[in-house]
């Protein structure tokens, strides 16, 4: 099954994969994560993307691309794959098309002054690259690795605001892009994590 997801930022789409890749046995693949991961560990790409990301503007398409067909080979893709921030405009989705089409896209629909409160409460592991909510865990370490938790750069106001404009006007029309292919699941985002998860896999059940 290869499922991607679409939302704005803090809409959960992270949070749902993580959940379903456990469920499915499948790769949650974050194009955000490679990114940061390649800036934490000052790689040649990290060093190129680390001042897009921070302005909250999208990384070229060629090097997102590449990135994301080069994953999507390893075997562990054999079986399906989530993919989580990709695509992210008409081009990406057009060659991810062609190169292995999603069978569904699930669209994590959101009301935005949720979204600016769960963004403003993230706080994300530097090492396992979890993400929790203050509201949730309190704790200023990671539950699961012990590490201290951190704020994501690109999580402040002004960054936040960018990152909205970028995913109305990029991103936003995938969801018509889809709908016209018969692959949008249009799933409401303002629930619990467990509710829009059950939905999610109650949608794809039908599918
Ligand atoms: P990326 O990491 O993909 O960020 P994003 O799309 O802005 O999405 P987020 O990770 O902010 O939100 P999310 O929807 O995953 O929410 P989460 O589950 O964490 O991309 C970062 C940057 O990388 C981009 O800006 C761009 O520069 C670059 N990039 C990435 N992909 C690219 C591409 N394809 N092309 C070009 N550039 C690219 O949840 C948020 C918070 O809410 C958490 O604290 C969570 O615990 C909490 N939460 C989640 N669900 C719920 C719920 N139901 N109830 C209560 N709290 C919840």
Do not use: W
């Amino acid at each position: 099954m290869n499922i991607i997801f679409l939302g704005p930022p803090g809409a959960g789409k992270g949070t749902q994969a993580s959940l379903l890749a456990g469920l499915y046995d499948i790769p949650h693949i974050s194009t955000g994560d490679i990114f940061r991961d390649n800036i934490k560990r000052g790689t040649p790409i990290g060093k190129e993307v680390k001042l897009i990301i921070d302005a909250g503007a999208l990384v070229p398409d060629d090097l997102t691309i590449s990135l994301v067909k080069e994953r999507l080979k390893r075997e562990d893709c054999l079986k399906g794959y989530l993919l989580d921030g990709f695509p992210r405009n008409l081009y990406q989705a057009e060659s991810l098309e062609s190169v292995a089409p999603p069978d569904m896209a699930v669209n994590v629909d959101i009301d935005q002054d949720i979204l600016v409160s769960r963004l403003a409460g993230r706080r994300a592991c530097p090492n396992c690259a979890g993400t929790y909510h203050v509201s949730a865990v309190p704790s200023e370490l990671c539950p699961v690795c012990g590490v201290k938790l951190t704020v994501r750069p690109d999580d402040v106001p002004e960054t936040i605001r960018k990152r909205l404009e970028v995913y109305n006007s990029q991103t936003a029309p995938l969801i018509a892009f889809y709908g016209q292919l018969g692959k949008l699941l249009t799933i409401d985002g303002n629930q619990s994590i467990e509710k829009v998860c059950g939905d999610i896999v109650e949608g794809l059940r039908k599918e």
